[in-house]
Each structure stands twice: as C-alpha cells, then as structure tokens.
C-alpha cells in the first residue's frame, strides 16, 4: 500500500490550492474503522492533524482551518482531496497525506505518503 500525495505548490495569501492522496494497492474506507486525511508539519512544529475523513462520512478539522479547507473523497474511493482556501501565511509546511487501511493480507494498519509543501506568502 502506498499514499501518493500531490498538489502543493507557492500561493499569495487568500490563494487557493488542492492536495490529493491517491492510495495504491487498496481502497479507502473498506474496514469499519478506516480513516484518512492531512497532517501538517511547520517549521520548528510539530505535526498536527489538519483534515480527517472517516468511513462513516464524518469530517473533523482543526479549528485554524476550519471553514475555510475542504475534505472529501472521490467516488472510487481512490483518491482524498484537500481543497484549501483562504490561505494564510500561517498555513505553510510540509502537508502529509495518512490513513488507516485494510487489506487481505496486512489487516487494518497505519500509512503515511510523502510529504507535499505548501508555501503561503503574505
């Protein structure tokens, strides 16, 4: 299984920028308790959750972007995609798409792709 994360580019404050993850070797949201979405990681931060979608529909975000990003998932269930907008020059870092997938021969575990930067300028 693996997360390709795409997207992430330089934007001037109050731009608007879309990152996907695209899984390979699964689906999203076949186990009950399957999850995916954004973390970022800022200059001298630490990691935190930006965007979560789960198997039953739900969305959670942080409250900083809250109203202004966007998760969903695609019909095929492929691909999470993270619209952004409104951006912030406090909404730069390394974006980094995560999930919790199953599949028939590693059961339900915890993945990470690799990071995408978002650069916001004021």
Same mark, same amino acid.
């Not at 095929?76 to 974006?95: C, F, H, N, R, W």
């Given at each position: ?8 580019? !330089?934007?001037?404050? *109050?731009?608007?920028?879309?990152? !996907?993850?695209?899984? !390979?070797?699964?689906?999203? %949201? ?5 999850? *995916? ?15 979560? %979608? ?14 202004? %990003? ?12 993270l619209q952004m ?7 730069? *870092? ?13 059961? !339900? ?14």
């Amino acid at each position: 299984v693996q997360l390709q994360a795409s997207g992430g580019g !330089s934007v001037q404050a *109050g731009g608007s920028l879309t990152l !996907s993850c695209t899984v !390979s070797g699964a689906n999203w %949201f076949v186990a009950n308790n399957d999850y *995916g979405g954004w973390y970022r990681q800022a200059p001298g931060n630490q990691r935190g959750l930006v965007a979560m %979608f789960t198997r039953a529909g739900s969305t959670h975000y942080a409250d900083a972007v809250r109203g202004r %990003f966007t998760i969903s998932v695609d019909n095929a269930k492929t691909t999470i995609v993270l619209q952004m907008t409104s951006l912030e020059p406090e909404d730069t *870092g390394v974006y980094y798409c995560n999930g919790n997938l199953w599949t028939p021969a590693s059961g !339900s575990r915890d993945y990470w792709g690799q990071g995408t930067l978002v650069t916001v300028s004021s």
